[in-house]
């Protein structure tokens, strides 16, 4: 037990003397864009409840999540989605990125936006994003899903 020790010790000690250990540390310095940032903010509440009118990790409505998500990096939106549509560019879905805001009219009746998510990744098509739902809280879907995708009514970029 003790040579293992021992020689794994010695290891370290020749890897960290050529550089290879300090190159696996992440550079403290290094900027991350306020984008980034929030969707990071977002995916720390992965797997939290629902809750109607929820801003905690108790529990978030759609957009309490996006709301808190951007005023955790001091960017004051309106409180619910169909307001929040209103703020920023609309851009075309082809043109979605990390940290852009989906609109959605959720429902047979209803005529308004009532659901918001934001986009964690768009690549080849595919456009991923974290958004709260009644029955499994704070998720991350596709847009290609049926679902969203007919619900899906505009984009937006705020950041």
Known sequence: MKKITFISLLFLFILSSCGTVKSLIIDPKKEVSTRDKVVYNALQFEGSKYRSGGTTEAGFDCSGLVYVSFNLEEILLPRQ????????????????????????????????????????????????????????????????????????????RVL
Do not use: P
């Open 81 to 156: 989605s169909r307001y929040m549509a209103n703020v920023g560019t609309e851009i075309t879905l082809d043109k979605a990125q990390k940290g852009d805001l989906l609109f959605f009219i959720t429902g047979r009746k209803s005529k308004k936006i009532n659901h918001v998510g934001l986009v964690v990744s768009s690549q080849d098509d595919e456009v991923n994003f974290i958004h709260s739902t009644n029955g499994r809280g704070v998720i991350v879907s596709s847009l290609s899903e049926k679902y969203w995708k007919k619900a899906f009514l505009k984009a937006t």
